[in-house]
């Protein structure tokens, strides 16, 4: 009775409250939040000062989001910063509406405003979020994180890491983040370099394995611009993923591994190294090598390594088929220092390099600077692409596409590995192929960020 009597009062309430019964209803089904703040971490060695930051929930990395394939992700972003924000899921195969990007399919969103992410996750695999922006800023002060995707069976590892690879600029007296995000000195160079490397947040990352024991590593470059370039020490196995996208046979990793900003790899490896011993990942192109996490053999897991892993289960879908029609484009990268360009489209004007400097503004694609108000490109869904890019310029470069993976076609015509972000050589031309099977307006730019905010941005429409 006393049930029923409150619940009719409360309805009578509602009725009366008629009109803001949709906003009511909307609250009480509201996601789990995710907010993005600033927050003092100890970032440098003990014995500097700590760094105020912004993160997801006060920590750079933010949390690591894990979702099972299929499933789905709602999170209320909730922008407690003094500026305006969205999160991009970075390597989704992404309902359009949810990519997070400012101007072209949300408005950012303003200080104390939030916006509900709310989206399925088709494929299995190692993504991540980040701000999307001013990205170039927002970035490096910490707003990012791992998105895992969890295959519905997981490879058989004794233990799985997770590790974003950063680097920070950070003054070591004050311990803060200097404020010069748009150094025309970055813009036009290799971009925003710091000066302290991280792995997870952390410096000097160290953990305890047991010889034999079999890792699966998930690797995500989360840094403005610096490329990794890593190798295993005391470690053997293989590349089983890269941006995500299982490859079709693990590929034994002896060589070296290059992660351009943006991208990812799974790797699975074993510690050969010694009892009593230490194992590395490392960064192999610094003098001598530099430990980027350190791994303490203690123990011994079983008496033999396994064998080699089976590979990860392909994703659905993702078919590119090059033997029928396609749209070819070209894409020509220009600009930056001592890249030779004499002028470009700049604000619907045609302007010299020195015009463009004074505006902070470097590169071009196409002869265009900056985010042209159309798309270089309008696609029929399903439509085979087949974009040549050239490298023009004097610098690498790591283009990204949102919303679709692409393979590279490689010399033989033959395809390579599905990714989302191509890390390119100066002077190179390559050619990627993807199939336009995800409507809606997606970007394609650069993910060295300061190379983003100063001329390398383009989108596409697929309808
Ligand atoms: Cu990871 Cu457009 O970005
Ligand atoms: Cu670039």
New binding site residues.
């Given amino acids: 009775m006393q049930t029923r009597r409150h619940f009719m009062a409360s309805s009578a309430a509602a009725t009366a409250l008629l009109g803001f019964l949709p906003r009511q209803a909307k609250a009480t089904v509201s996601f789990e939040t995710l907010e993005a703040m600033s927050a003092s971490v100890q970032l440098a060695p003990d014995g500097y000062p700590a760094t105020d930051i912004w993160g997801y929930g006060g920590t750079a990395p933010g949390p690591i989001l894990r979702v099972a394939q299929g499933g789905r992700l709602q999170r209320r972003f909730v922008n407690s910063l003094p500026q305006a924000s969205s999160i991009?899921w970075?390597g989704i195969r992404i309902d359009n509406a949810m990519d997070g990007v400012p101007g072209l399919t949300q408005a950012a969103v303003e200080p104390g405003d939030g916006f509900d992410y709310d989206f399925t996750l088709p494929d299995a695999g190692t993504y991540w979020y980040?701000s999307?922006n001013r990205s170039a800023e927002q970035v490096a002060r910490g707003l990012h994180g791992a998105l895992i995707v969890e295959e519905g069976t997981p490879p058989d590892v004794d233990r799985e890491e997770v590790f974003v690879l950063d680097d920070w600029l950070i003054d070591p007296e004050t311990g803060q983040i200097p404020g010069d995000f748009e150094s025309p000195h970055a813009r036009s160079h290799a971009g925003r370099m710091g000066n302290l490397i991280l792995t997870s947040g952390v410096f000097d990352k160290t953990m305890t394995v047991q010889r034999n024991e079999r890792l699966r590593l998930r690797l995500i470059n989360a840094a403005n611009a610096r490329i990794f370039v890593l190798g295993l020490i005391g470690l053997e196995g293989w590349t089983m993923a890269l941006d995500g996208m299982p490859l079709p046979a693990p590929e034994p990793l002896d060589e070296v591994l290059v992660l351009g900003p943006?991208q990812r790899a799974d790797l699975i490896v074993d510690v050969t190294a010694e009892e009593g011993g230490t194992a590395y990942l490392a960064r192999v192109n610094e003098a001598r090598g530099a430990p980027q996490v350190t791994f303490r053999v203690r123990g011994q897991a079983s008496l033999a390594r396994r064998g080699i892993p089976d590979a990860l289960p392909p994703n659905p879908g993702h078919v590119i088929d090059l033997s029928g029609d396609s749209v070819n484009l070209t894409l020509n990268m220009e600009g930056g220092a001592m890249g030779g360009l004499r002028e470009a489209m700049f604000n619907g004007e045609q302007v010299g390099f020195r015009e463009l400097a004074q505006a902070n503004q470097f590169w071009a694609f196409n002869g265009m600077v900056g985010m042209p108000d159309s798309p270089m490109a309008t696609l029929d869904r399903g439509q085979i692409v087949r974009l040549t890019i050239s490298n023009d310029t004097a610098f690498p470069h790591a283009m990204?596409l949102?919303g679709m993976h692409f393979r590279e076609v490689l010399t033989d015509n033959t395809l390579g590995p599905m990714r989302d972000t191509l890390l390119m050589d100066s002077s190179e031309r390559r050619e990627i192929a993807f199939a336009a099977d995800n409507p809606g307006d997606w970007?394609l730019?650069c993910?060295m960020l300061s190379h983003a905010a100063s001329g390398m941005m383009t989108w596409v429409r697929v309808t």
């Fill in positions: 991009h970075h980040h999307h943006g990204h949102h970007l730019h993910h």
